[in-house]
Structure formats: structure tokens, C-alpha cells
């Protein structure tokens, strides 16, 4: 049983101090690998775990095909002003190859899970001779996993999985007595910039989790494009996540005077403080009709673009 931290009670430099001490004590001479992936989340982890081990940590940035607009530049730019050095590693083939021809979800979420952490982190670990992987789960990744709403990738204690014994190497986890509020508190006692420990939430499966369907190249394309399209224009609001969502099924439109079965986009905007519940965004008309005519010009073949105005529950933050 996890004891939850809540924001109210959270000693952000206590915690800091604890989860330093902690790392290092649990490596003790050796080396670990913390899985970056520009989230708030990771960043955290990524940042603690340079405190503790310094060097003996690698850092690594997957780069699986299913990232957002310009993400591993900006992973690594911001993590270079901080001095930290971060390995970009292309596995984009081995993700897609992974993903061909799923359809359901949860097998797309566990060929992600699978290809992550057995393959791709199984392989950099035993290259780098360290026996732990440092990474950024939360308590919200644990609750939604263990209630069946949908399984988080980075979740495995919970579910009786023992990473050792399944990938070869110890997974540590300091954030799951937190939030995605309280993991902001620490961003900010941790003297993180602005523009990353305030960034809004991605998901793990990444991309993976905003296309409805196969996750071909081509299609997580049209739901990057999208995806950058939507956070353009609501970057200035104060909701916790935008984002937008590829649906499977082709719908009716119409192009130059003829009927066209074209690609749909959904838009998703949330007011949140901790993900567990949501509600959307009251986004001005303007800025929905300015999102709209956007996408409709730049993501090939979309003939319609929606927004989701049902809340959390009955509705998830993500779509898959």
C-alpha cells in the first residue's frame, strides 16, 4: 500500500533530501539509467537522480516515433542549460515494428510497455552495466492500473510484476507517494525552468495512446501534426492538458465540390489539479473555430475536427 503525500502536506525540500538519500542508498557504487522523456514527471526524477549519482547516471531519451513536434531537440536543449547530458536513442523501428498491425488498446499499450522496457531499456541497461532503472511513476499511474481503468505502461509492482526477474534490472520509483500537483511543488523546490516542470502532461504510450487504431508512421504523423497544432494555440490558457486525438473510422466530408471519406481529429482541452477528475475547458469559440480551420489546412485528409465536452469520469484525459 502506497501512503499518498497530498500537495497540502508535502515538504517539498524534505522530500527532495529524502529521495536523494534514498537513490543513493539503494545504488550505492553502481550505475543506473533514468528513462527521460521531457515530462514533467521524468524531469523530476531525471533531476533528482543527477543530484544523487552525478555521473554514474545515464539519461536517456527514447526517441520511439511516437514523440511530439520537435521533442528530443527540445529534451536535450533543456537539459543541457541545467548540465545535464542526455543520450538520444533512435528506436523508431523497433516501436513500429512492435505496434504493426495492432488494434485493441491494451495490446498497443503492452507491445509499448514490452518493446520499452525489455528490449530497448533491457539492452541499454546491460550495455551500461547498471542494474537499476530510475523513473517517474506516479500515484495516478498506480490508482487508474490497479482499478482496470487502463494500464499505465510504467506500472509492474502493483500488478505482481517483478522487473527484475522480467527485464533483468530494478526499476526506482520516488514519486509514487505523489500527484501530478505535488511532482509540480518539487519541479519547482528543485529550481527547475518554468517551461519544463510546468509543462502539461503527456502520456507514456505517447502518441500511441492519441491515435484510435494502428499506430502507422503515417497515421502518428497526422496526430503529431494535430497535436502541435492544438498546443499552439492553448499554450496561454491555464488548463492542465490539450491535446488531440486521430479516430479510426473515416466520415463523410466534402472537397472542391466533391464528397470526400476523410480522417476526423478530436480536440481535447481539460481543467484538472490532479487527473483523477477533469472537466473540459470552456475554450472560447474563436480559438476552437482557429484550431479547426488550422488542422483542416496542415493534417492531410481531415474533413472534420470535434471537441469532447464530457467530463472525467465518464470520460479519460486520454482516449485510449
Not at 190 to 209: K, M, Q, T, V
Request: hydrophobic fraction near 40%; charge should be negative.
Amino acid at each position: 500500500m502506497i501512503k499518498e503525500i497530498r500537495v497540502t502536506e508535502l515538504d517539498p525540500e524534505g522530500f527532495i533530501a529524502a529521495s536523494v538519500e534514498d537513490i543513493r542508498r539503494t545504488v550505492g557504487d553502481g550505475r543506473a539509467v533514468t528513462a527521460l522523456s521531457g515530462g514533467v514527471d521524468s524531469s523530476v526524477v531525471t533531476v533528482l537522480g543527477h543530484r544523487a549519482l552525478g555521473d554514474r547516471l545515464r539519461v536517456v531519451f527514447v526517441e520511439n516515433g511516437l514523440m511530439r513536434e520537435g521533442e528530443a531537440a527540445e529534451v536535450v536543449r533543456f537539459f543541457a542549460a541545467l548540465g545535464i547530458t542526455v543520450e538520444v536513442v533512435d528506436a523508431r523501428e523497433e516501436f513500429f515494428s512492435a505496434l504493426k498491425g495492432l488494434t485493441d488498446p491494451e495490446e498497443k499499450r503492452e507491445a509499448v510497455t514490452q518493446t520499452f522496457y525489455r528490449e530497448v531499456f533491457g539492452r541499454i541497461v546491460k550495455e551500461s552495466g547498471a542494474r537499476y532503472l530510475l523513473q517517474g511513476t506516479i500515484l495516478t499511474d498506480v490508482d487508474e492500473t490497479v482499478a482496470g481503468v487502463k494500464r499505465q505502461h510504467n506500472v509492474f509492482a502493483q500488478l505482481g510484476i517483478d522487473p527484475e526477474e522480467a527485464f533483468g534490472y530494478r526499476i526506482i520509483e520516488p514519486l509514487l507517494p505523489l500527484r501530478k500537483d505535488g511532482v509540480r511543488v518539487v519541479g519547482r523546490a528543485l529550481s527547475l525552468p518554468e517551461g519544463l516542470f510546468d509543462r502539461i502532461p503527456f502520456p507514456g504510450p505517447a502518441l500511441a495512446a492519441r491515435v484510435i487504431g494502428e499506430c502507422t508512421p503515417e497515421r502518428v504523423e497526422a496526430a503529431r501534426k494535430a497535436n502541435a497544432v492544438v498546443e499552439r494555440h492553448l499554450k496561454t490558457t491555464k488548463a492542465f492538458q490539450y491535446l488531440a486525438i486521430l479516430h479510426e473510422d473515416r466520415v463523410t466530408g466534402m472537397r472542391d465540390g466533391k464528397r470526400q471519406f476523410g480522417r476526423q481529429i478530436e480536440v481535447r482541452c481539460w481543467d484538472s489539479t490532479d487527473a483523477r477528475t477533469a472537466v473540459p475547458t470552456r475554450v472560447p469559440y474563436e480559438v476552437l473555430e482557429a484550431i479547426a480551420a488550422e488542422i483542416l489546412t496542415q493534417v492531410p485528409d481531415v474533413v472534420s475536427v470535434t471537441y469532447n465536452i464530457a467530463p472525467k469520469p465518464p470520460s479519460t484525459i486520454e482516449a485510449i
